[in-house]
């Protein structure tokens, strides 16, 4: 049992809040001696609510998302595509399926009238798995809270760029069902994250530098995540080629690294500014890791239907 929630949990809770008062309710947070399970207890509207939170994307992407890769993942390539299924309705599902079994639990140990389910996403604001601003992933997340039974009396999803969003109503959406209409045309949608590695050697302390290098990199592994989704796994992955042009200049105490991803079936070029690397020492080889984060296909449209039983 925790002490206190963590850093992302208040943020979404607050926001969670304040939505509510925006909307001209009375809100509030009931002090308990531990703050967990639930994660929150709030009394909105005059109404005692146990709140549970729960991130997404699941553990096993945002456990790879960052890992450094042994030689042999590879395979002698200037580039590692970690390629993952963007399934947020299968995530919405999971995360619900994990959490209603304590429904009744933060009921009895709290006195509330009724359970609410606040699934978010990692607080950074450049985060590129969960876009909550999509109709496409708003629609999906509403989708996967109809895939799973649950007593949740409202869901919430929420994302540092679009704030709350309400995923589940019961109110509204307990007496209709869904589908989830996407067009496979490009690939079942992917989240991917490529990572490439320089070595920088600085120059001898005596040298007036800069050396200038470039490097174009355009071959990449890929290392693929099969999805959970029956309806996904009848076709490929989406995919975008895409191309790094990376410039480095390099002195003997520092060197600036210039990064465009260029994606050529695309026509588009986006400009991941310049790195500087400082307080390096005299001839000396260090690493350069970079990562990037893309969905593909770029957009993704679906006809999501919501129709009463």
């Not at 990692?122 to 992933?137: K, M, V, Y």
């Not at 007593?151 to 760029?161: E, R, S």
């Amino acid at each position: 049992m925790r002490a206190k929630a963590t850093d992302v949990e208040k943020i979404s809770i607050a926001a969670l809040k304040q939505a509510f008062a925006d909307q001209g309710h009375a809100v509030e947070t009931v002090p308990r001696e531990v703050e967990d399970k639930p994660d929150a207890l709030l009394r909105v509207g005059g109404v005692l609510v146990a709140c549970e939170c729960i991130q997404i994307p699941p553990a096993y992407i945002l456990q790879q998302l960052h890992k450094r890769h042994p030689a042999a993942d590879w395979k002698g390539k200037s580039l590692l595509s970690s390629i993952w299924p963007n399934e947020p309705h299968q995530w919405v599902a999971e995360a619900i399926r994990k959490k209603a079994a304590l429904h009744s639990s933060y009921l009895a140990s709290t006195s509330a009238k009724e359970s609410w389910l606040l699934v978010h996403t990692p607080a950074q604001a450049n985060q590129a798995l969960l876009d909550g601003s999509q109709e496409w992933t708003q629609w999906a997340a509403r989708h996967g809270a109809k895939m799973a039974g649950h007593p949740f009396a409202q869901i919430f999803l929420w994302t540092p760029k679009e704030g709350i969003y309400p995923v589940w109503n019961r109110a509204r959406d307990a007496a209709t069902h869904s589908s989830l209409g996407i067009n496979f045309s490009l690939g079942y949608p992917t989240l991917c994250a490529n990572q490439f590695k320089l070595p920088i050697k600085t120059l001898a302390r005596v040298a007036a530098g800069p050396k200038e290098e470039r490097f174009v990199l355009d071959d990449a592994q890929q290392l693929l995540t099969m999805p959970m989704d029956a309806g996904y796994r009848r076709h490929p992955p989406a995919t975008r080629v895409v191309v790094y042009e990376v410039g480095v200049r390099i002195w003997s105490d520092r060197a600036e690294v210039s990064t465009v991803a260029v994606f050529p079936n695309e026509g588009t070029r986006v400009d991941h500014g310049t790195a500087v690397l400082d307080g390096l020492q005299p001839e000396t080889t260090y690493w350069h890791h970079a990562l990037h984060e893309f969905r593909a296909p770029k957009l993704l449209h679906t006809e999501h239907v919501i129709q009463p039983f």
